[in-house]
């Protein structure tokens, strides 16, 4: 069984740095297209990045702010998230997608995914 546990968030001031981690076990992350997703309170998850076998996606919002990576040594997946605004806020999910090599309308898509996180709270204050 794939389990996925993300680290890393917390609270700072608009303008500031997180990194976030995903670390996988059951399964080695090289073979996965990895998701990031963000859900702010009352809304629906919504795409942020993603890394394929072949490159890496983001949402306009967070396109120059936000830089995903992985490394396959240590079987994790960190997002990046600098110049942090207030609209950031809310919890952050890795998730895991089987059939890696995905192009960017499937990736963004979090219906596509097979494995998911339980998320960690990023807070961003004015």
């Known amino acids: 069984q794939v389990q996925l546990i993300e680290s890393g968030g917390g609270l700072v001031q608009a303008g500031g740095s997180l990194r976030l981690s995903c670390a996988v076990s059951g399964n080695h992350v090289s073979i996965y297209d990895m998701g990031w997703f963000h859900q702010a309170p009352g809304k629906e998850r919504e795409f942020v990045a993603a890394?394929?076998?072949?490159?890496?996606y983001y949402a306009d919002s967070v396109k120059g702010r936000f830089t995903v990576s992985r490394d396959d040594a240590k079987n994790t997946v960190y997002l990046q998230m600098d110049s942090l605004k207030p609209e950031d806020t809310g919890v952050y999910y890795c998730a895991a997608h089987r059939n890696g090599g995905s192009y960017f309308n499937t990736a963004r898509r979090s219906s596509n995914y097979d494995y998911w996180g339980q998320g960690t709270q990023v807070t961003v204050a004015s």
């Open positions: 890394i394929t076998w072949g490159t890496t």
